[in-house]
């Protein structure tokens, strides 16, 4: 009995799929048949929302680089950076926490200029009054302006030699290709210089120091055990953060 249900019902199932496969056949040519297409414009607007795209895809990708690139970012974080050294401290503010307030400082000296490339470039540009190159000539504008302010005249004359490239008319032709390097290489001189001017009063508490704990035949103590208190609380009493961030910002000739 097993046996023969088994196999009415392997009989049945057999015959289901026959069906299913015959009803494939019949109706699956019709329905193969009909195309479906989506209108994007000629092929030459095509080609170029794609080109577009890939440009696009790239900026965003690069954008990282080109915030350290064309903005104060490198000066702020390079500074944070010795006077974390300068106080002797290797893990205190965190890389996460020092790079946040790097960033955080760099959007509020950056804001005219970024507002300034959103309403010139990216803005028409969403509302299709002009082209993608067109938009970039005038976001870049802005940049172009702030790097300039910046910028050393030696470090542009040295890029500009070694660009082999005629000199242009004025500072607004530059190429960017020479402009991005010179403003970078000036912006970590400034840094340095800033980060030397800030290494001197912890040095002297160091010196100090030392010089304290030979005098009293402690030789055998790492002096910087003593002076890192000595240094926080210094740097503390002296609102040193304020005086930081607020000398970072006048730099750029803000405040």
């Known amino acids: 009995m097993i046996a023969d249900r088994r196999a009415k019902w392997l009989k049945r199932v057999v015959q289901v799929t026959i069906a299913l496969a015959a009803f494939w056949v019949l109706f699956a040519g019709p329905a193969t048949a009909q195309e479906i297409s989506v209108g994007f414009g000629d092929d030459a607007s095509l080609t170029e929302r794609a080109v577009q795209l890939v440009i696009l895809l790239t900026v965003l990708s690069l954008a990282p680089s080109i915030l350290v690139m064309v903005t104060s970012f490198t000066r702020i974080v390079v500074v944070l950076s010795l006077l974390r050294s300068a106080i002797g401290l290797q893990t205190a503010p965190p890389n996460m926490v020092m790079v946040s307030l790097a960033l955080f400082l760099s959007a509020f000296i950056m804001m005219p200029t970024l507002q300034a490339a959103y309403d010139a470039g990216v803005q028409p540009l969403i509302d299709g009054d002009i082209e993608f190159d067109q938009a970039y ?3 870049s504008d802005p940049f172009r302006t702030f790097m300039l302010s910046q910028v050393r005249e030696k470090d542009l ?5 070694l ?10 032709d530059l190429s960017m290709s020479i402009l991005v390097p010179a403003f970078m290489i000036s912006e970590l001189r400034r840094a340095f210089e800033i980060g030397f001017l800030l290494y001197l009063p912890f040095l002297i508490i160091d010196l100090v120091i030392a010089s304290v704990l030979m005098s009293m035949g402690m030789m055998m103590l790492p002096p910087v055990v003593i ?12 609102d040193g953060w304020n005086l930081v961030a607020g000398s970072l910002v006048k730099s750029f000739g803000g405040g």
């Open 157 to 161: 004359a040295l890029f500009q030699e």
């Open 137 to 139: 000539e005038r976001a």
């Open 227 to 238: 002076s890192l208190p000595f240094k926080l609380i210094f740097f503390v009493l002296v």
């Open 163 to 172: 660009s082999g490239q005629d000199t242009p008319e004025g500072p607004e």
